[in-house]
């Protein structure tokens, strides 16, 4: 792409409901115990909702685009990986992440607990600082309803 400012910025959003047979992967981390979330790769919405923001900033589309929903070699995937390929991509058009920024929404898993780890964990995987942090809502809609996650990320990328 040409003509794009060397400082841009994506959002990204995600969402799954539980599933009481799937583990929980959530920011790059198993969560013992937990219900885990349903989709086509592990269902890690910190990890999808991270690659939209990545791709959104440098105008490259979005994860369905990038590993597609149905691919068979994506089925029960890391979603790390899908990260790791938006990073990729990124690279090959000149850019790289200064930070993203993730809201968690839902009633459990209790994040605070755990959240210093994640942030060390998916900053170490983004190769930029990745804040997080995690709300409910009031029992109103899905998440509150306890039916489900979702997350929302904002990325800074430069040239």
């Known amino acids: 792409m040409t003509n794009l400012p060397d400082i841009r910025?994506?959002?990204?959003?995600?969402?799954?409901a539980y599933d009481d047979d799937a583990p929980l992967y959530l920011a790059?981390?198993?969560?013992?115990g937990e219900p885990g979330l349903?989709?086509?790769s592990d269902g890690d919405a910190v990890c999808h909702a991270i690659?939209?923001?990545?791709?959104?900033?440098?105008?490259?589309?979005?994860?369905?685009?990038?590993?597609?929903?149905?691919?068979?070699?994506?089925?029960?995937?890391?979603?790390?990986?899908f990260v790791r390929l938006a990073l990729a991509k990124l690279a090959a058009e000149g850019f790289r992440p200064v930070n993203v920024s993730?809201?968690?929404?839902?009633?459990?898993?209790k994040f605070s607990p755990r959240r210093d780890e994640a942030q060390r964990?998916?900053?170490e995987l983004?190769?930029?600082?990745?804040?997080l942090s995690a709300t409910t809502?009031?029992?109103?809609?899905?998440?509150?309803?306890?039916?489900?996650?979702?997350?929302?990320?904002?990325?800074l990328i430069a040239r």
């Open 9 to 16: 910025v994506g959002s990204g959003f995600d969402v799954h």
């Open 28 to 32: 790059g981390l198993l969560w013992p």
């Open 38 to 40: 349903s989709g086509h």
């Open 51 to 81: 690659v939209d923001a990545l791709l959104g900033a440098a105008g490259l589309g979005d994860i369905g685009g990038l590993v597609g929903v149905d691919e068979p070699d994506t089925e029960g995937a890391a979603s790390t990986g």
């Open 102 to 109: 993730v809201q968690v929404i839902g009633n459990r898993p």
């Open 121 to 123: 964990v998916m900053s």
């Open 126 to 131: 983004v190769g930029a600082p990745v804040s």
């Open 137 to 155: 809502t009031d029992r109103l809609g899905f998440t509150g309803r306890g039916e489900g996650i979702a997350a929302i990320a904002t990325a």
